[in-house]
């Protein structure tokens, strides 16, 4: 019964028994969300002497017009936080006098949004939209200044440029019955950049309590639903229309530096997208499994962030004169692991929800990171490759849990065998160095829906196996594992992409390798486990006792 009980071995939970088994609810929805404001006809100097002038008809194009317009704005915003009996919050670096209309500051660095929660609670429950409360703030801002100069005449006259400076920007908290917390930034100086801030995921929880579909809250997002075709159908809802029309509606209620007027002679925002979060959430019906199911995805895939990965996850085209960053970082917050991988501007994480959920994010902070125009109108497509990216790195995942020892493919890739038609499909011997190079490239393109080219495998190939490798070697592998029923051609091209067998063998090969092998041929070294140098002594004394008793002599 001991030794039974030794014998005894718990399966390890993979990622695809979680997923598959003890999945509760899958929902892709758009998360954070930062847009810039900024005016496309006010971006160089040239533009702001225009607009005194033509626009405003002011004969010289003084700096003192830009201060006097500056100065109506700010004015209007203390007038409108005292109208309305809206708290205005200073927030600096130390403890200022409170003064009539202004809360003592927070705990600094305390985030903004934080010192703001409470009164976006006290707004939530009555029900009806409203601006919460006004932030002030010293920030550095892209504004222009002026520059004084005489003309062949002897006349005075101005030029401009942008630089960056200090201001005051203005930040106007909001409780929207749509969107629920948000905020608009304004900066106090021209030509007037600002932000919007909301979260995806709270705009969904209020339409679908409008639209009657029950569900469970996580800290951000959604724990379960009754209903999951309409919540997905809700999340899928939001685009570049709905952002407009709220932009719109707060745009008519607060103070802003620029008039109908300015508006009607083309003076106005363009909404562009700052930095865009696409979170796709898989919550689990057994919590207690979490845990365990996510350190070891976390350590099973810290390769992540290679560029091999990351041009197979972002769909991007990675050369060796592309600019970026391209790494793995692992945080430890409060709740837990969180597993950034960083492409360029940009990134994906995957992290424990709430010890309930995984989430997967991708976050766009530079647009042409994927090759997509800045502009709000192109939102939809920035959401679609993100998901494209969450649903690639969660196909990474599940590829790399699910090799299985005893595999028909394996069996038959082994040794050589004939095609259907007759032809003769050479072996991949597993442990031949070239063939391992070889499932190891393939590793590296699992889910590059571009495929794979002579050029392209042949240099991943030879750099794993670190001796020369040919054309026609690359030529004669294709040909093999063509045969072998792992890769396809894509028709009229010389475009290779794997099949599901393909990808069983490659990983296989490479994780066997990898995660098994190396280890267990390093078991007699120090730094092995001292349990695993136990047992490989007992199994060496078994042997000797086996030699000598066939009085067989072992080598000197």
Not at 186 to 202: L, S
Not at 499 to 528: E, H, M, S, V, W
């Amino acid at each position: 019964m001991v030794m039974a009980s030794r014998l005894t071995r718990t399966n390890a939970v993979t990622v695809n028994d979680v997923l598959d088994g003890q999945k509760l609810l899958e929902i892709d929805c758009l998360d954070r969300v930062y847009l810039t404001m900024s005016v496309p006809n006010l971006v160089v100097g040239g533009q702001v002497v225009s607009f005194l002038n033509q626009h405003e008809g002011m004969p010289v194009p003084s700096p003192a017009l830009l201060e006097r317009r500056g100065q109506t704005f700010r004015r209007a915003v203390m007038s409108f936080a005292e109208a309305n009996g809206i708290p205005v919050i200073s927030f600096t670096g130390k403890k200022e006098k409170t003064r009539p209309g202004v809360l003592a500051d927070s705990p600094w660095p305390e985030r903004k949004i934080d010192q703001v929660m409470p009164l976006m609670r006290t707004a939530a429950a009555t029900g009806r939209s409203q601006v919460v409360a006004i932030g002030m703030a010293q920030e550095y801002q892209r504004v222009f200044t002026g520059s004084k100069s005489a003309t062949d005449t002897g006349a005075v006259w101005f030029s401009y440029q942008r630089v960056d400076r200090r201001v005051t920007c203005y930040y106007f908290y909001l409780w929207d019955t749509d969107f629920g917390p948000a905020f608009i930034k304004i900066c106090a100086y021209f030509p007037y950049p600002g932000k919007i801030w909301f979260n995806g995921h709270e705009w969904a929880k209020r339409q679908a309590t409008k639209a009657g579909i029950s569900f469970r809250e996580l800290s951000n997002g959604f724990a379960a639903s009754d209903h999951h075709t309409g919540l997905q159908d809700i999340c899928d809802r939001l685009g570049p229309g709905t952002i407009t029309v709220f932009a719109e509606r707060w745009w008519a209620r607060l103070p802003l530096p620029f008039t109908p007027a300015d508006r009607a002679a083309g003076y106005w925002w363009d909404i562009s997208m700052r930095q865009i979060e696409v979170a796709k959430t898989i919550v689990f019906t057994a919590p207690r499994h979490a845990r365990a199911f996510f350190e070891a995805l976390a350590a099973d895939n810290l390769d992540i962030g290679r560029p091999d990965n990351m041009e197979i996850i972002f769909n991007r085209q990675i050369r060796s004169t592309t600019k970026g960053v391209f790494r793995t970082a692992i945080d430890r917050d409060n709740d837990g692991v969180v597993v950034n991988a960083f492409y360029r501007h940009s990134r994906i994480k995957y992290y424990l929800k709430d010890r309930r959920a995984l989430r997967i994010e991708t976050v766009i902070n530079d647009t042409y990171d994927i090759g997509v125009l800045r502009r709000l109108e192109h939102l939809d497509e920035v959401i679609a490759k993100a998901r494209d990216a969450n649903r690639r790195l969660l196909d990474t995942i599940r590829a790399g849990q699910s090799c299985v020892l005893a595999n028909p493919v394996i069996e038959r890739v082994a040794q050589p065998t004939l095609t259907e038609d007759g032809r003769r499909a050479p072996a991949l011997r597993f442990a031949d160095p070239r063939v391992m190079a070889l499932t190891g490239a393939l590793c590296l393109s699992l889910f590059a829906v571009t495929g794979v080219t002579n050029k392209s495998l042949r240099a991943l190939t030879a750099r794993l196996l670190g001796t020369g490798y040919t054309t026609s070697q690359m030529t004669y592998d294709l040909r093999r594992l063509r045969f072998n029923g792992l890769i396809r051609r894509i028709e009229h091209t010389h475009t290779y992409v794997l099949t599901p067998d393909g990808q069983r063998l490659a990983i296989f090969y490479t994780k066997l390798n990898d995660r098994l092998l190396r280890p267990l041929l390093a078991a007699d070294q120090p730094q092995a486990p001292p349990a695993l140098r136990h047992a490989l002594t007992t199994i060496d004394h078994h042997v000797d006792d086996y030699i000598a008793r066939a009085r067989l002599k072992t080598a000197a």
